[in-house]
C-alpha cells in the first residue's frame, strides 16, 4: 500500500530514503531506495538470483559471472518503428518494485521515500509499480513524503509536470500539474555520483568546462544510452543543449567530434541511432533534433514530435540525403499513427523517395533509407485496405535490401518478413501467413529463447485459424517453456490466461481450470491485481467456486492500472454474466503494452 505523509507523521521505525537525484540516469532513484533497505537488513529472497541480468542493470558494479545481458533475453524499443515498449525497461522496473515490496515485507517497515518529485522518471515509474504490487503483497508498504514538490524543468522539452502527475495519481496522490511546486532548493537535490555510462555520459555533455565538441560528442553517445533506458527526460535535457551549442560550430571539426562519438559509445545497438551517416553540422543537428522528437513522441506529445521530425530538413545546408529521408520518414510515422492524417503522411514519404532517388553509384546507407520508406508505403496502403499495394512496397523494400548485412538492413529484413505475414493473415490467407512465418524463422537463423518464444506464440495464433488445435498447443508449450527459461513471469501469465480460455471455449473445463490455476499463481509473482482477477474470475468460471469469485471481486477493487476493466469484471462475477468476452483468448502476435508501467493515458 501507499500512504502520503509529512516526515513529521511518518512511522518512527520507516527506512528513509530521498531520491531527488535528478534526471541524468535512469534507475538511480529506485537504487537509492534498495540500497536504503538492504542497509536495513533486507535481503530481497531470491529476487537478485533468480532476475541476475534484472539486477546487474540496477547494480552495475556488481555483477554475477555467467549472467546473460539484458538484451540478450528482452527486447528493446525501436527508434526506426518509433515503438516505445521495451521488455527490457518493463523486466527492470518490474523486478525492482518486487524487491521494494519483498524488502519492506522482510523488515517489517515502511519505505518513506522523500523527494520522489525530483527522481529521474523510469525510477517515477518503478515506484508506481511498485505501489500497486504491494497491494498484493502481505506487509509492504511505501509511503510518500511531500510529493508536490519538484525540480525547476530543464526546458520545455523536459518539462515532464504532466507525466509526473500521472504517475502520482496511479499513485492514489490526488492532484493536478498546477499543485505540483517547483522548489530551487529541489534543484540542488542528492548529489549524483553516477553508477553506470549513462550517468557518466550525461555528466560529458553538461560539463559548463568541456569544449563543445567533447560535449555534442557525448551528447550523442548519451541519447543512444538513455534511449535504450527509456530515460526520456534526460535525452531532452541533453539534446536541446547541445543543439544550442552547434550554433557556430566549423564543419571541420565534425569528423573529430563523431569519432570521440564512437569512442564515448561502446553500444552493440549499432540499428538505432546511427551517426554513420553524419558527415556535417547539419546532420549532427538533425540528428539531435531526432532525439527531441522521439522522446516527444514516447511521451504522446505527437505535435511536438512533428515538429521536431520537420525540422530536421529546414535551415539545413549541405543534409545528407540519407537524413533528409529519416526526417520524413519519422514525420510520416508520427502522422500515420492518426487515420485522420493518413494522406500527410503518404506525402511525406513521397517526398522522402525524392530524397534518395535510386542512381547507379548511389551508397548502401541511401538504399537501405529507400528500404524503410517502402516499408512504411507498404504499412500505410494496409492501413487503407489496400493488401495487394502494399505486399508490392513490402517486396520492393526486402528488394533494396539485397546485399545488405548491417544492423539496420538486418532488422528492416526481419520486420518486412513479419509485415509480410500479417498482410497475408489479414488478406484470409492465414495458411500463405504460416508458411511465410516459418520462412521468416529460417531467414533470421535464431534460435535463441526470446527468438523462441515470440515466433512460437505467432505460429500458435495461426494454426488455431487453419484448425491445426494441436499444432497450436504444441507451439503454446513452447512459448511457455522459452518464458519460463526467461523467468518472463508477464508473458507467462498471459499465455497461461489465453490457454484457459482456449480450453474453456473447447469444453476442457479441468484443463482451463488448471491453467488459470497456475496463471493465478504467476500473476501473483507478477503483482499484478487485475491478472490475479481475471484469473480467479477463469477459476470461477470453469469450477463455480465461490471462494474464486470472492478473490476475482477483491483483487479486482486492487486494480490501479486497469479500474474501469477491473470493474466491469467484478461486476460479470457478482452478477453472474457472461465473463469468457473479458477473458483473453490467443492472438496472432505476443507483443503487448507494458500497462503496468505506462503513464501515458489509455485511449
Same mark, same amino acid.
Given at each position: ?357 535510386? %542512381? ?94 515470440? %515466433? ?34 508477464? %508473458? ?112
Amino acid at each position: 500500500m501507499v500512504t502520503t505523509t509529512s516526515a513529521h507523521t511518518a512511522r518512527g521505525n520507516a527506512v528513509r530514503t530521498n531520491v531527488n537525484t535528478g534526471p541524468a540516469a535512469s534507475y538511480t532513484g529506485l537504487r537509492k531506495s534498495l540500497r536504503a533497505l538492504r542497509a536495513d537488513g533486507a535481503s530481497f529472497g531470491d529476487l537478485p538470483a533468480r532476475h541476475a541480468s534484472e539486477w546487474a542493470e540496477l547494480f552495475p558494479a556488481e555483477p554475477v559471472p555467467g549472467t546473460a545481458p539484458l538484451e540478450e533475453i528482452a527486447l528493446a524499443p525501436s527508434e526506426r518503428r518509433l515503438h516505445r515498449e521495451s521488455e527490457q525497461v518493463y523486466r527492470v522496473l518490474s523486478v525492482a518494485a518486487a524487491a521494494l515490496c519483498a524488502g519492506t515485507a522482510e523488515l517489517g517497515r515502511p519505505l518513506l521515500i522523500s523527494g520522489i518529485g525530483g527522481t529521474d522518471l523510469s525510477s517515477l515509474r518503478g515506484f508506481m509499480r511498485a505501489v500497486e504490487h504491494a497491494r498484493v503483497v502481505p506487509g509492504a508498504r511505501l509511503l510518500l513524503d511531500d510529493p508536490r514538490t519538484i525540480r525547476t524543468p530543464a526546458g520545455t522539452h523536459a518539462d515532464y509536470r504532466d507525466e509526473r502527475v500521472r504517475c502520482l495519481r496511479r499513485m492514489g496522490v490526488s492532484l493536478t500539474a498546477g499543485d505540483l511546486v517547483p522548489d530551487p532548493a529541489a534543484d540542488r537535490g542528492v548529489p549524483f555520483v553516477p553508477e553506470s555510462e549513462e550517468g557518466e555520459l550525461y555528466l560529458r555533455a553538461r560539463d559548463q568546462d568541456s569544449s563543445a565538441v567533447d560535449r555534442v560528442a557525448a551528447a550523442l553517445a548519451y541519447s543512444r544510452r538513455a534511449f535504450f533506458s527509456a530515460n526520456w527526460e534526460g535525452m531532452a535535457v541533453v539534446a536541446d543543449e547541445a543543439v544550442r551549442l552547434l550554433d557556430g560550430l566549423p564543419g571541420a571539426v565534425i569528423p573529430e567530434l563523431l569519432a570521440k562519438a564512437e569512442r564515448e559509445d561502446e553500444l552493440v545497438h549499432a540499428i538505432e541511432f546511427e551517426t554513420a551517416i553524419l558527415r556535417g553540422p547539419s546532420d549532427v543537428r538533425g540528428f539531435l533534433l531526432k532525439v527531441l522528437g522521439i522522446q516527444a513522441g514516447f511521451r504522446g506529445d505527437q505535435d511536438t514530435a512533428l515538429s521536431c521530425f520537420r525540422a530536421m530538413r529546414e535551415e539545413a545546408p549541405g543534409l545528407s540525403p540519407e537524413i533528409r529521408a529519416q526526417s520524413h520518414l519519422y514525420a510520416a510515422l508520427t502522422l500515420s499513427k492518426r487515420k485522420q492524417r493518413l494522406a500527410e503522411a503518404v506525402a511525406e514519404v513521397e517526398q522522402g523517395f525524392t530524397a534518395v532517388e535510386e %542512381h547507379p553509384d548511389e551508397a548502401e546507407s541511401v538504399r537501405r533509407e529507400r528500404g524503410w520508406l517502402h516499408n512504411l508505403r507498404g504499412l500505410t496502403l494496409f492501413a487503407e485496405r489496400r493488401l495487394g499495394a502494399a505486399f508490392e512496397h513490402e517486396k520492393q523494400a526486402l528488394a533494396c535490401m539485397a546485399g545488405l548485412t548491417d544492423a539496420s538492413s538486418a532488422h528492416l529484413r526481419i520486420n518486412l518478413y513479419s509485415n509480410i505475414s500479417v498482410l497475408q493473415e489479414k488478406a484470409g490467407k492465414a495458411a500463405s501467413a504460416l508458411r511465410t512465418w516459418e520462412k521468416f524463422k529460417e531467414a533470421t537463423g535464431s534460435s535463441n529463447a526470446g527468438f523462441a518464444k515470440h %515466433h512460437a506464440y505467432r505460429s500458435a495464433g495461426l494454426r488455431l485459424l487453419v484448425g491445426d488445435r494441436a499444432g497450436a498447443l504444441a507451439d503454446l508449450d513452447t512459448t511457455l517453456v522459452n518464458a519460463n527459461a526467461l523467468a518472463d513471469v508477464f %508473458h507467462e501469465t498471459e499465455v497461461r490466461l489465453e490457454l484457459g480460455s482456449l480450453h474453456a471455449s473447447a469444453g476442457d473445463r479441468e484443463a482451463a481450470a488448471d491453467q488459470y490455476e497456475r496463471a493465478g499463481e504467476t500473476a501473483v509473482r507478477l503483482g499484478d491485481p487485475y491478472r490475479i482477477a481475471q484469473a480467479r474470475a477463469g477459476r470461477f468460471l470453469t469450477t463455480g467456486s465461490a471462494a474464486a469469485a470472492r478473490s476475482a471481486e477483491e483483487h479486482a477493487a486492487l486494480s490501479l492500472t486497469r479500474p474501469g476493466e477491473a470493474e466491469a469484471l467484478a461486476k460479470a462475477v457478482r452478477e453472474g454474466t457472461e465473463l469468457s468476452g473479458l477473458l483473453p483468448a490467443p492472438r496472432t502476435k505476443l507483443n503487448r503494452p507494458f500497462d503496468l508501467i505506462n503513464f501515458q493515458d489509455r485511449p
